[in-house]
């Protein structure tokens, strides 16, 4: 019983930190602040990493700012 608790505690520890990891990741997390204090925002919009003519978003601001996406983030 112990076990599967720690289990349990365990797996909802580790999805929290997953999805902690890929909020973080995510544009909108870095918007939160940078829209408004200086313009890299508006320059990304504009720029071919956002519109391009394959028509999807090519590259995210943490594809180039964070070295790696995962545990490799914290160095
Ligand atoms: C909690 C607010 C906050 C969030 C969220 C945030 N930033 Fe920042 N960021 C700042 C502040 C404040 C500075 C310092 C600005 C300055 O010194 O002019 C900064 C500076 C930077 C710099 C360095 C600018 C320089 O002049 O060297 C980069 C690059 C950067 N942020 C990218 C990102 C990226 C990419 C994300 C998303 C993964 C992100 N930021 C999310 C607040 C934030
Ligand atoms: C295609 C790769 C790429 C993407 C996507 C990207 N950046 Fe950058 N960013 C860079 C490079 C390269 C620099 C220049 C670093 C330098 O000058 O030292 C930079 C510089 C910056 C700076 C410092 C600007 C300054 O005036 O010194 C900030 C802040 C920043 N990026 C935030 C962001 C945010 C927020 C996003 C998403 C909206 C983003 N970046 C998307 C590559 C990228």
Redesign the pocket.
């Known amino acids: 019983m112990k076990s599967v608790l720690i289990l349990i505690v365990g797996a909802l520890l580790y999805l929290g930190y997953d999805s902690a990891m890929t909020y973080?990741?995510s544009n909108q997390?870095?918007f939160?602040?940078?829209v408004g204090?200086?313009t890299i925002v508006e320059e990304y919009q504009s720029s071919v990493h956002y519109h391009n003519t394959k028509g999807v978003v090519a590259a995210t601001?943490?594809d180039c700012?964070?070295q790696e996406k995962r545990s490799r983030k914290f160095n």
């Open positions: 973080t990741n997390f870095c939160g602040c940078h204090m200086d601001c943490s700012h964070v």
